[in-house]
């Protein structure tokens, strides 16, 4: 059995960027108004160290926000000398951080080398120039390229991000942008939809009329279209959706765009739902009732709030009756059964048909 992967935060809230893009408010969004300190690190680390079983976990130091390789060099490996520290004892196995993609050079990945860093996240939000000038950004897209060539080279894991519903963005650019990144082949992404935060340039463009976020529906359909892009390259896709706490909630400090606490769930059930149809319509079924059995971890998902893709299956191919079972299998497949046959729907095959069908590469 694999072991757990288990992330120790340590938020790190605008310190070290300059920029102001529109949507940014590191302070409201991590909840924390001033800089951590050496100490901090330290209790953080030791604090959750207590309360996990080391020998069933992978463990990671994660240092979020801001722009890591933007703040003052010493101040950085003093940061991540601690978690270095820890991590040559034994008692952590991995560190990543997050940054910009003009603050990489090789110096900076020297250093980041020599302080026992092994992951690095790239902000990239979106490779479409208009959406990134129009996102006061201050970087182009031919600095995410320059900026991944040289932590590929350089042997560190790559995680990109990006943000669906930028100013100047759409379903096309969106999707066009998932692409490039897929062909960029990281080891992972995170994927945020656009969320209008209190206190940012983003909120006067928005209470002037000058911004209009993405509605829950569009941002499902198009994150729909994104997650199936890189499950598609076996891509890993570690969060959508910023995390819900008590600052990142509707009437808080989200004044608007398309926030929902389970938008993963919704998602999720979006590609079922495209699955579905894409089975039903290539192999019609005449008995009225199914059974469908899948990962049991995957129920909610398939059958969707309010049992949305059981009243989608009723109304759309007339079945009368539809039993979902968990099981103990694998999360890439389900079954499907009717009367005395049962099919076997293969996810990544459907997913690639939809793609082939709908999505232009």
């Known amino acids: 059995m694999s ?15 300059p920029h102001d893009c529109v949507f940014c408010n590191q302070k409201k969004i ?32 994660a240092f979020f926000g801001g722009s890591f390789t933007g703040i003052e060099i010493e101040v950085q490996k003093k940061l991540l000398g601690i978690a270095n520290h820890y991590k040559r004892m034994g008692k952590i196995d991995e560190i990543r951080l997050s940054t910009r993609p003009d603050y990489i050079d ?47 080279d350089n042997n560190f894991k790559l995680g990109l991000q990006m943000m669906v519903g930028l100013p100047g963005d759409n379903e096309e650019k969106a999707v066009s942008t998932a692409i490039k990144i897929a062909n960029l082949k990281p080891d992972f992404v995170r994927v945020y939809p656009t969320l209008v935060i209190k206190e940012t340039y983003l909120e006067e463009m928005y209470l002037k009329g000058q911004y209009e976020s993405f509605s829950i529906d569009k941002t499902v359909d198009i994150c729909g279209d994104i997650l199936m892009i890189f499950y598609s390259r076996d891509i890993p896709v570690i969060r959508l959706g910023l995390q819900p706490t008590d600052n990142v909630a509707e009437n808080k400090d989200v004044v608007g765009g398309p926030f929902h606490p ?33 990962n049991e971890g995957e129920i909610s998902n398939l059958v969707g709030q309010g049992s949305s893709n059981i009243r989608f299956l009723k109304e759309e191919f007339g079945f009368r009756k539809i039993k979902t079972m968990g099981n103990d299998i694998s999360k890439e497949y389900f079954y499907i059964k009717a009367g005395d046959s049962q099919y076997k729907i293969e996810l990544k095959e459907y997913i690639e048909k939809y793609i082939t069908k709908y999505i232009k590469e």
């Open 106 to 152: 090789s110096s900076i990945l020297n250093m980041l080398k020599e302080n026992g860093v092994d992951s690095i996240e790239l902000g990239v939000q979106s490779l479409d120039e208009e959406v990134l000038k129009k996102s006061y950004r201050g970087h182009n897209a031919g600095d995410v390229y320059t900026a991944v060539d040289l932590i590929k």
């Open 30 to 61: 991590t909840g924390l108004t001033t800089d951590v300190t050496e100490e901090e690190v330290t209790s953080t680390i030791e604090e959750y160290l207590k309360t996990i079983p080391s020998s069933n976990e992978v463990l990671e130091v």
């Open 262 to 294: 389970a938008i993963r769930q919704l998602v999720q059930t979006k590609i079922y739902n495209r699955v579905l149809r894409e089975y039903f319509e290539d192999h019609p079924i005449t008995n009225d009732e199914l059974i469908i059995n899948v």
């Open 3 to 17: 072991k757990k992967h288990h992330i120790i935060p340590i938020f790190v809230p605008h310190r070290g960027c």
